[in-house]
């Protein structure tokens, strides 16, 4: 059971170079999260989808953009890559948006802007 | 807006002693869930524990329990007989019945010594 998946683990980006983060889920989970998370900080949300064709702006957004045209897909794209957006990206599901509902992880994706 | 506080950058415990991580939080909306998360040093992010606004007992999870106060905005993680294993960030997170996402505090370091 693969959960979700994120690609790639690890990416080294030069300034002003553009890249996208990939996450799929199998668990046919609505709900899909793009957090990033700082080096010994909490995670931020940076947008959340709540189903096909839905996408909606989370804490921090800029500099990002996301699209969700199926349901097991949630891609993250940066354009421009800045020095501020090198961070740890984790990628996330649920089933439902109600209070209940934990969040399923992916490993997370490692990105360095150089 | 919805607003989490952990207080407690760092924690030490003595391996087989018990300990509380604090969170609180802030909401208006009466329906909504706090949730733990243990990240160990691999990074990934493991579900621990959920508490709903309307539960009338504190939930339990083996070792972990979470010490719901509801007038005072606190959800405090309880970990009894620390292990070596328990070493990691834990986060506090919220998720209100009126969002659709989920946010998370700054988390505490914990350090079990042997």
């Known amino acids: 059971n693969a959960g979700v998946t994120q690609t790639p683990k690890f990416r080294i980006l030069k300034i002003g170079q553009s890249m996208t983060l990939q996450c799929t889920q199998d668990?046919?989970?609505?709900?899909m999260y793009w957090y990033r998370q700082d080096p010994g900080m909490g995670l931020k949300l940076i947008y959340y989808?709540?189903?096909?064709?839905?996408?909606d702006k989370g804490e921090v957004p800029n500099g990002y953009n996301v699209s969700r045209s199926t349901t097991e897909d949630f891609p993250l794209r940066l354009e421009l890559a800045a020095p501020s957006q090198t961070s740890v990206y984790f990628c996330?599901?649920?089933?439902?948006?109600?209070?209940?509902?934990?969040?399923?992880f992916g490993e997370g994706s490692r990105l360095t802007v150089l | 807006a919805q607003k989490i506080t952990q207080t407690q950058p760092g924690m030490f415990v003595q391996e087989k002693e018990a300990v509380t991580l604090d969170c609180t939080y802030d909401?208006?909306?009466?329906?909504?869930?706090l949730f733990w998360y243990k990240q160990p040093s691999s990074g990934e992010m493991i579900f621990l524990i959920y508490?709903?606004?309307?539960?009338?007992q504190n939930a339990t999870e083996g070792r972990y329990s979470l010490n719901f106060q509801k007038a005072r905005k606190s959800a405090n993680l309880v970990i009894s007989a620390s292990q070596l294993g328990d070493s990691a960030m834990y986060f506090c997170?919220?998720?209100?019945?009126?969002?659709?996402?989920?946010?998370f505090g700054a988390g505490t370091r914990l350090t079990v010594k042997p």
């Open positions: 996330a599901s649920s089933r439902q948006g109600q209070i209940t509902g934990e969040l399923f």
């Open positions: 668990m046919n989970h609505n709900y």
């Open positions: 989808s709540v189903g096909a064709g839905i996408t």
């Open positions: 909401t208006s909306d009466p329906s909504y869930g």
């Open positions: 508490q709903g606004s309307y539960d009338q």
């Open positions: 997170a919220m998720r209100e019945n009126n969002n659709n996402d989920m946010r």
